[in-house]
Nanobody, 116 residues
Framework: QVQLVESGGGLVQPGGSLRLSCAPS????????MGWYRQAPGKQRDSVAT???????NYADSVKGRFTISRDNAKNTVYLQMNSLNPADTAVYYC??????????WGQGTQVTVSS
């Protein structure tokens, strides 16, 4: 069982920035892919950004150029830096860890609200 502890959500004005953090209870080196997903009210949960064990990243088209996913191996933490936020980014953001066994784990979610 892998626990994922998320932090960093909140309320921000349009054009602002936030950084989300996700710290897994398992060593980050034993996780194949870590990622951030988001779910707005009444919508499905969609992938926002992922980063593989070897550092390869992938982004949803809607966040390319604005969001950056990164990992700090020393702190065993993955980050999602979100810039130029707009109201369409409002959602609950979930951290995901997929092990090499393809087992998936989810964090509890953190609310991001972009509003003036």
């Amino acid at each position: 069982q892998v626990q994922l502890v998320e932090s960093g959500g909140g309320l921000v004005q349009p054009g602002g920035s936030l950084r989300l953090s996700c710290a897994p209870s398992e060593s980050i080196f034993r996780i194949a892919v870590m990622g951030w997903y988001r779910q707005a009210p009444g919508k499905q949960r969609d992938s926002v950004a992922t980063i593989t064990n070897n550092g390869s990243t992938n982004y949803a088209d809607s966040v390319k150029g604005r969001f950056t996913i990164s990992r700090d191996n020393a702190k065993n933490t993955v980050y999602l830096q979100m810039n130029s936020l707009n109201p369409a980014d409002t959602a609950v953001y979930y951290c995901n860890a997929r092990l090499f066994t393809r087992t998936n784990y989810w964090g509890q979610g953190t609310q991001v609200t972009v509003s003036s």
